[in-house]
């Protein structure tokens, strides 16, 4: 098959699919890992990057960025930002 922007599942590639984030402390954002989220409403977002053990905490995110982040759990404690969604 022949790849191309439309059907490329590689990290850097467009995202395909795009799914509200209801942070939690501890349920993984989905099934598969996101390749980054959508911040719709200014704040902080904490999260816990995929493999690792530690949370880690992008402090003032302006609205409307989006950050290239494989975060698997959002957190509810520390996330200030609203409207996140995650691409796929």
């Known amino acids: 098959m022949t790849t ?20 939690n402390d501890s349920t993984p954002v989905g ?3 996101p390749r980054g989220y959508y911040v719709g409403g200014t704040g902080n977002i904490t999260g816990r990057m995929w493999g690792s053990d530690t949370d880690v905490v992008f402090q003032n995110v302006p609205s409307g960025v989006i950050l290239p982040v494989r975060f698997e759990i959002v957190k ?8 996140i969604i995650a691409l796929y």
């Open 76 to 83: 509810s404690t520390g996330t200030t930002a609203t409207n």
């Open 4 to 23: 191309n922007s439309y059907t490329s599942i590689e990290v850097d590639s467009p995202a395909t699919a795009a799914v509200a984030v209801a942070p």
């Open 31 to 33: 099934d598969a890992l």
